[in-house]
């Protein structure tokens, strides 16, 4: 269904639900890039919601990757779209923090959602994460940027980074091309030493 190695498969191939967010593809290209993954890589995607980042990350490591969310109706979108591309992850239906002590060091962790318990679940998170490997925190809220840069700050990551990603798309009107706005994005990412 993708056949190529960059990422940001286009939305419309994902499967969708209404009430399951999608980390769109342009910002979904740029939070992988961040993550700086490899080949046998293994993974965490944290709030995995459709599963857009958690069919990435498969695609691009062909490693162990693990998608959580306490969200059944995610958990099941995720599933069907991980199917759909012929990836494989394994799905926990859970809060992060309930499931993270359990899961093993990886290279890379993505935190996409934490629904209102952030710093928290960044240091399990980070705790999680293997010497040299990659958090990258996506968010809309100004509030969950503060307490996530402040989590990170506290476990003296290094290469800390914090980028705004503010995309507008063009969608064709009868006089030509108007261009459309998405919410910004705030993306945080460091290194574990």
Request: charged share 25%; glycine share 8%.
């Amino acid at each position: 269904m993708w056949d190529f190695k960059t990422p940001g498969i286009p939305d419309e191939l994902f499967e969708r639900a209404e009430e399951v967010p999608i980390t769109k593809e342009d910002i979904r290209a740029v939070v992988i890039s961040k993550l700086r993954l490899k080949d046998g890589y293994s993974a965490i995607d944290i709030g995995c919601g459709s599963g857009s980042i958690t069919v990435e990350i498969c695609l691009q490591t062909n490693g162990a990757v693990y998608g959580i969310d306490f969200d059944e109706k995610a958990i099941e979108l995720t599933r069907r779209n991980l199917a759909r591309f012929k990836a494989d992850a394994k799905l926990i239906h859970s809060k992060a923090q309930d499931a993270l002590p359990s899961l093993p060091q990886v290279d890379a962790v993505i935190v996409g959602g934490t629904y209102g318990d952030t710093k928290r679940v960044v240091q399990m998170a980070a705790g999680r994460l293997r010497s040299g490997g990659r958090i990258v925190i996506d968010t809309i809220l100004v509030e969950t940027m503060y307490q996530a840069l402040e989590a990170v700050n506290e476990l003296k990551l290094a290469e800390v980074e914090v980028t705004q990603v503010t995309i507008a798309k063009g969608r064709r009107v009868t006089t030509g091309t108007m261009m459309v706005a998405r919410n910004p994005v705030m993306i945080i990412s460091a290194t574990k030493p």
